[in-house]
């Protein structure tokens, strides 16, 4: 299946509300979301600051999102990430990201470590 920005919006839009209960759509954050063409990661969360502003990118390499579950769980990862920016917390893979990995994992049967 081949993913355009508009399909991925979408499943954005679904898996923050079934997952996070909208918590990243009701954060005061400009987020935006596209593709590029790294073979190194299957996607990067970057958040930044504006004018004290909370800012951030979801990143999804075209390389390695042929098929559903792959673009799911990166996806699903990378909104982890971005949840841990809205909540102030260290973006990496130890703390809240493993809470909530397990929390996904428990409650939705989506790996996404």
Excluded at 20 to 26: E, G, P, V, Y
Excluded at 41 to 55: P, T
Aim: glycine share 6%.
């Amino acid at each position: 299946m081949k993913y355009t920005l508009d399909k991925a919006a979408k499943l954005f839009m679904r898996y923050d509300k079934k997952i996070f209960n909208s918590a990243i759509r009701k954060a005061d954050i400009n987020l935006s979301l596209r593709f590029n063409n790294s073979k190194k990661y299957m996607g990067i969360f970057c958040g930044y600051y504006v004018e004290k502003n909370k800012c951030g990118e979801i990143i999804l390499s075209k390389w390695f999102m042929g098929d559903k579950a792959t673009f799911k769980s990166t996806i699903i990862h990378e909104m982890v990430h971005c949840l841990q920016f809205i909540k102030d917390k260290p973006v990496n893979h130890k703390g809240l990201f493993k809470k909530e990995c397990k929390r996904i994992k428990k409650q939705f049967g989506i790996d996404i470590s």
